[in-house]
């Protein structure tokens, strides 16, 4: 845009006298509050690999209260054959119990209530 190549704006480049450098600054702040928008996400991208593979997740690149939980799990080769045998929901439901892994299981019900991850949400889920 702002070398005036309005190539990828079809309507736009049908008008004359186009102002370049006005439509360039309002995309630049197009695309950065995009990015700022987005960015908790990326903030919390280790969370969602924690969740989505806590098998083999980095147990040192884990928050310190799940680090011991974590070990536990990779250690556990009955529990590292579920979690490859099933969906992920059932292996949260199934086997990870509350008195056994109980800051995976909180951690695990924050990511659901602030997602609303409707695979969760099963009347009959042990997580509610």
Excluded: W
Excluded at 33 to 41: A, L
Excluded at 76 to 104: A, C, W
């Amino acid at each position: 845009m702002l070398f005036g190549n309005s190539y990828h704006f079809t309507t736009l480049s049908e008008y004359e006298n186009i102002a370049y450098v006005q439509y360039a600054e309002e995309l630049k702040l197009l695309s950065e509050q995009f990015s700022n928008n987005f960015s908790d996400f990326k903030n919390m991208e280790d969370c969602f690999n924690l969740f989505a593979t806590p098998t083999k997740s980095n147990v040192q690149n884990a928050p310190i209260h799940l680090q011991m939980e974590l070990i536990e799990i990779h250690e556990n080769v009955l529990l590292k054959s579920k979690f490859e045998d099933m969906d992920l929901s059932d292996f949260y439901k199934k086997y990870l119990e509350e008195d056994h892994f109980p800051q995976l299981r909180k951690f695990t019900r924050r990511l659901i209530c602030a997602f609303g991850l409707a695979v969760f949400t099963n009347a009959n889920s042990s997580f509610q």
